[in-house]
């Protein structure tokens, strides 16, 4: 479907009390942190699989990129439906993408590699999924730390900067997913998809000039 044909649907009356309304946070609060407990009782019922701890890192892992997504497509939403209120909630997600990351991580480095430090150092090193991985997850950090409106006035224009690191920690989330399957590509491949259309939506292209017109030539006196 076309953004000329989404915005209709998007612009609607019924939005606005949805975007505006203050008992709308605390809800899409308690249904980002659904996920967790959902993998949570997967883990405490022995229902993750065979491999319960590889799983546990995955579904975190797949969270984290959601809810990335999820962050890059409020200002695309913004800009279809012409409501504002999508942008107040930006915020939220992209800590909840930094949040499941931090999951995601603590399930490897604690549940996975029981803190051995010198061989979670080599992981890093010798395998390049995990590199981007962790380089993502670094990237995430300085976003997280800013997010607050008291670091958007110390930054000032240089947040706004800064905080396109996103679309390169997106970028390496979604590459790192692709590397670390061996033989089903369709979860990241899906992801890929999803990143490059939003990445697409945000795309503003340069208004071209119009051609100079020829100016008529003047007589020398």
Known sequence: MSGAALAPLLSGAALAPLLSGAALA??????????????????????????????????????????????LCLTPLRRLSGKSGFIRYRRMAGLFAFFYAMVHLTAYVAVDQFFAWKFIWKDIVKHPFITLGMTAFVLQVPLAVTSTRGWIKRLGKKWALLHRLVYVAAVLGVTHYFWMVKADVRGPLAFAIMLALLLGLRYKPRRKLPPLQPQPATRSL
């Open 26 to 71: 605390p809800l899409l609060f308690a249904a980002a942190l659904a996920p967790l407990g959902w993998v949570g009782w997967l883990a405490g019922n022995n229902l993750l699989g065979a491999n319960p701890i590889e799983a546990l890192v995955r579904k975190t892992g797949w969270w984290a990129l959601v809810f990335l997504l999820i962050t």
